[in-house]
């Protein structure tokens, strides 16, 4: 009975395989806005992982979650919705959907979770509960009276109009209308994207840095944009008149005869229809002249020039170091018609040499020759001031002409 000297211990590793089923459940869509009313269904993917060649069962239930959770009335049947699913043979996936009941209350965001449970013999719980997030989408409307009126909005979308009087709005969160109506209005848009209505020169718009991307619309003849207001919009037949602020402004003129400026920031101007003068003034700005014989000056920056439809005249300041000469730092004009646009550098002196405001001689494509002097090639307007014979200058035309003439060009 025993082993012989020669003999070896053996070791054997044993090692348990779980081959049971596991089931998992995660958010497909489910985080949006529940509707006005109706059945919104947000849908949650329950997956069967390992051994699927049984027929298993789970259960599955709906609870509010969160600071603000969700109740019964925001399901259909006003209940909290609950069910089994059930996998066949073979079966591995199977979706959920959770119907939401639309309505027109204004509220809070609100959560909920559904959660896996009392899984049958032989399928585990894996991950066993996925979040939802129905989404307000209705809008708080608040009107005042006859009188001085303070009015406060929500954490929703909010519309708040004070009628006559010299009302105080303040929108709070959310993306908030503000129109103070007739009379001397403060209006305070809170976070969010807020439209400010201004029809009184005493109208005063109150906003924070960094609190949403916010338009000004107003049927005034002239108006400044205020602190931390990103846009500007006019409206109506008028000629307006419209200044923006240091921000990267949007300002829309309307149908007449517009004077629009960005000041500072990268600026996007469109003049609309009308014979309309736009200023870029600093920054990369964008100008849109739209229907109209239109006068585009971008200013410094290297600027975009679209005239659109009319005959339209692309203006230049003196200072040539607004022009720029290299790509990326150069104006670009984009849509110069012949015999229609015409390019202007009266203010600028050609000659530096010389005192006084010189006017430019046009050359064609030659090469320069004297100070004073324009040429044109290969999309490219190029200006020489001085003795160097350099190109001080450059205007590239996107998609331009092949040739210019004398004629093109106010010198």
């Known amino acids: 009975g025993t082993l012989p000297s020669t003999a070896k211990a053996v070791a054997i590793t044993v090692t348990n395989v779980n081959d049971d089923a596991s089931v998992s459940i995660a958010a497909i869509s489910a985080s949006k806005a529940e509707g006005q009313n109706g059945i919104t269904k947000y849908t949650f993917a329950v997956t069967r992982t390992g051994d699927n060649s049984t027929a298993q069962t789970v259960k599955w239930a709906v609870t509010g979650s969160g600071a603000n959770s969700a109740s019964a009335a925001d399901f ?61 989408d209705d809008i708080a409307v608040a009107a005042g009276t006859k009188g001085n009126d303070k009015l406060t909005g929500t954490s929703a979308d909010d519309t708040l109009n004070g009628l006559a009087g010299n009302d105080l709005l303040d929108g709070g969160s959310g993306n908030d209308l503000l129109d103070g109506g007739a009379g001397a209005d403060t209006m305070i848009g809170g976070t969010g994207d807020d439209l400010y209505i201004v029809d009184n020169v005493r109208d005063r718009v109150i906003e924070s840095a960094n609190a949403g991307n916010d338009t000004i619309r107003t049927t005034l003849l002239a108006y400044t944009l205020s602190q931390h207001v990103e846009n500007l919009t006019f409206t109506g037949t008028k000629g307006f008149s419209g200044t923006g602020n240091n921000l990267n402004n949007a300002i829309t003129g309307g149908s007449g005869n517009d004077v629009l400026r960005g000041a500072g920031g990268d600026d996007v101007l469109t003049g609309g229809s009308g014979a309309d003068r736009l200023f870029g003034d600093d920054g990369n700005d964008r100008l849109i002249g739209g229907d109209g014989n239109d006068i585009l000056n971008g200013g410094a920056g290297a600027d975009l020039l679209i005239g659109d439809g009319g005959s339209d005249i692309y203006q230049f300041n003196a200072a040539i170091s607004e022009i720029g000469i290299n790509a990326g730092a150069r104006d670009i004009i984009s849509d110069f018609t ?74």
């Open 76 to 136: 259909i049947g006003a209940v909290l919705p609950t069910g089994t699913i059930s996998f066949a043979v073979g079966e591995s996936h199977k979706t959920i959907s959770i119907n939401v009941a639309g309505d027109t209350s204004v509220e809070n965001d609100e959560g909920f979770k559904v959660t896996l449970s009392h899984a049958s013999k032989g399928l585990e719980l894996g991950t066993a509960s996925a979040m939802g997030t129905i989404l307000n």
């Open 338 to 411: 012949r015999g229609q646009d015409r390019i202007d550098l009266t203010l600028i002196d050609a000659n530096t040499v010389l005192r006084g405001n010189q006017a430019f001689s046009f050359i064609g494509s030659a090469n320069f020759t004297a100070p004073g002097q324009l040429r044109y090639a290969n999309g490219l307007l190029q200006g020489n001031v001085n003795k160097d014979l350099a190109a001080d200058f450059v205007i590239e035309l996107q998609n331009g002409p092949a040739s210019l003439q004398a004629v093109d060009i106010l010198l």
